[in-house]
């Protein structure tokens, strides 16, 4: 028999996956330039390589079931700045097409 936590854990990880995948469909398809959308999805890759990369480095170091609180405030520590740091840049991109159009930015 399958353990229940496991199964909640799977389907977790899809529908977490999902979110991700939709929400980057949906800022892509919002995009109003084509420098927003290379932004868009270059920082959608390298955010999913940073998390893949520490999920397995948390996996394939610790014994099952010890996983260290660190790994996890380490993980959110790590990821508060990078998106503040990636809406910045965005909303630069954004600005930076609008004035070149000749939109009002006030």
């Known amino acids: ?21 939709f929400g980057t469909y949906c800022s892509y398809r919002n995009a109003h330039s084509l420098r927003e959308r290379r932004w868009i999805l270059f920082y959608a890759g390298a955010l999913l390589t940073l998390i893949g990369g520490f999920v397995a480095m948390v996996l394939f170091l610790f014994p ?16 508060i700045p990078l998106q503040i740091l990636g809406i910045r840049h965005l909303t630069r991109l954004r ?11 006030t």
């Open 64 to 79: 099952p079931g010890t996983m260290p609180s660190w790994a996890t405030v380490g993980i959110v520590a790590l990821l």
């Open 95 to 105: 600005q930076e097409g609008l004035a070149g159009k000749g939109a009002d930015l």
């Open 1 to 21: 028999m399958t353990h229940p936590g496991f199964i909640g854990g799977m389907i977790g990880a899809f529908i977490g996956l999902l979110g991700g995948a």
